[in-house]
């Protein structure tokens, strides 16, 4: 298996294919170039990279962590967008003349992965009418949306979770490289802010321990996650047992790696701008983004 460091300097190596000094590849990866001079010195010495290119065993070695799948839930009403939500599904309301999920699919495609899950519920036949630029996609019916919060959802896509993005349908990815082909470890897609009314975790040593409406000095919690195989089968467990303990079907998917089985996981954050992506959670959030709602 390969360490953090020496994963980093390999993937970077697949997104620029010529040979690259490496002041060049410590400045892409953000690592001193002493550490990077050491960890490109053991890469070679497995046999990984030559002339400071990736080798085919280098290609192969990152199969290992490449993403297999993606999910995507879209279930929910989305009352808190009424009424444009009154005759169409929240992720297929445009803004600027796109359907939001638009953004969610193109990042995932361009990243490679084309083994792509959409769990569907309110108005979901409308959710057809991707087929014809996305043909690959495949929808799981959530049945009991309208009874519960989105953990139904995941419950629905459960065997689905080992090595796969989860995301939530209701995000704007203005920066599609946040969704990318390999991925080290299970983690949460967040923003580091001084202040938040919304969703936030806080870490120690690089890890996820708690989990909160509401906080200061910690990560605003964005919904694009990643699980590793191990992790995603662990989840599928817990997400069905939380789900059928008492008052389950009233917890979001995420608490349940995150806050009630949160000692199990070792899941990092993995941070990102304002600038890379915006929930569109109310109609006056829409507006903002979009001058013709206000008309």
Same mark, same amino acid.
């Given at each position: 298996?390969?360490?953090?460091?020496?994963?980093?300097?390999?993937?970077?190596?697949?997104?620029?294919?010529?040979?690259?000094?490496?002041?060049?590849?410590?400045?892409?990866?953000?690592?001193?170039?002493?550490?990077?001079?050491?960890?490109?010195?053991?890469?070679?010495?497995?046999?990984?990279?030559?002339?400071?290119?990736?080798?085919?065993?280098?290609? $192969?070695?990152?199969?290992?962590?490449?993403?297999?799948?993606?999910?995507?839930?879209?279930?929910?009403?989305?009352?808190?967008?009424?009424?444009?939500?009154?005759?169409?599904?929240?992720?297929?309301?445009?803004?600027?003349?796109?359907? &939001?999920?638009?953004?969610?699919?193109?990042?995932?495609?361009?990243?490679?992965?084309?083994?792509?899950?959409?769990?569907?519920?309110?108005?979901?036949?409308?959710?057809?009418?991707?087929?014809?630029?996305?043909?690959?996609?495949?929808?799981?019916?959530?049945?009991?949306?309208?009874?519960?919060?989105?953990?139904?959802?995941?419950?629905?896509?459960?065997?689905?979770?080992?090595?796969?993005?989860?995301?939530?349908?209701?995000?704007?990815?203005?920066?599609?490289?946040? &969704?990318?082909?390999?991925?080290?470890?299970?983690?949460?897609?967040?923003?580091?802010?001084?202040?938040?009314?919304? *969703?936030?975790?806080?870490?120690?040593?690089?890890? &996820?321990?708690?989990?909160?409406?509401?906080?200061?000095?910690?990560?605003?919690?964005?919904?694009?996650?990643? *699980?590793?195989?191990?992790?995603?089968?662990?989840?599928?467990?817990?997400?069905? $047992?939380?789900?059928?303990?008492?008052?389950?079907?009233?917890?979001?998917?995420?608490?349940?790696?995150?806050?009630?089985?949160?000692?199990?996981?070792?899941?990092?954050?993995?941070?990102?701008?304002?600038?890379?992506?915006?929930? &569109?959670?109310?109609?006056?959030?829409?507006?903002?983004? $979009?001058?013709?709602?206000?008309?």
């Amino acid at each position: 298996m390969l360490t953090k460091k020496q994963f980093d300097i390999l993937v970077y190596l697949t997104e620029h294919m010529t040979e690259k000094s490496q002041r060049e590849i410590a400045n892409g990866v953000k690592m001193s170039l002493g550490t990077v001079n050491k960890i490109m010195a053991e890469l070679k010495s497995l046999g990984y990279v030559s002339n400071s290119c990736i080798t085919a065993k280098g290609v $192969d070695i990152l199969e290992n962590y490449r993403v297999k799948r993606a999910v995507i839930i879209a279930a929910g009403f989305g009352s808190r967008l009424v009424p444009i939500t009154l005759n169409t599904p929240k992720p297929l309301i445009r803004v600027k003349g796109k359907k &939001i999920i638009y953004s969610l699919l193109d990042a995932v495609i361009n990243a490679g992965i084309d083994d792509i899950y959409i769990v569907r519920g309110y108005l979901g036949e409308q959710f057809d009418q991707l087929l014809h630029k996305y043909p690959m996609l495949k929808f799981i019916e959530n049945p009991i949306y309208n009874e519960t919060n989105n953990i139904s959802s995941a419950v629905c896509a459960s065997h689905l979770l080992k090595n796969a993005y989860m995301l939530e349908a209701d995000l704007l990815i203005y920066n599609p490289k946040l &969704i990318t082909k390999y991925q080290y470890s299970s983690n949460f897609l967040a923003v580091p802010v001084e202040k938040t009314n919304d *969703w936030c975790v806080y870490t120690e040593n690089g890890r &996820i321990v708690k989990m909160t409406v509401g906080g200061t000095n910690c990560y605003r919690l964005f919904g694009v996650s990643y *699980w590793t195989e191990q992790d995603g089968a662990k989840l599928a467990y817990h997400i069905n $047992d939380v789900y059928q303990s008492p008052g389950g079907k009233e917890r979001y998917w995420d608490q349940v790696a995150l806050k009630y089985y949160k000692d199990e996981y070792s899941i990092s954050v993995r941070e990102c701008t304002f600038n890379d992506i915006v929930e &569109i959670d109310t109609f006056n959030e829409l507006k903002a983004l $979009d001058k013709t709602y206000a008309i």
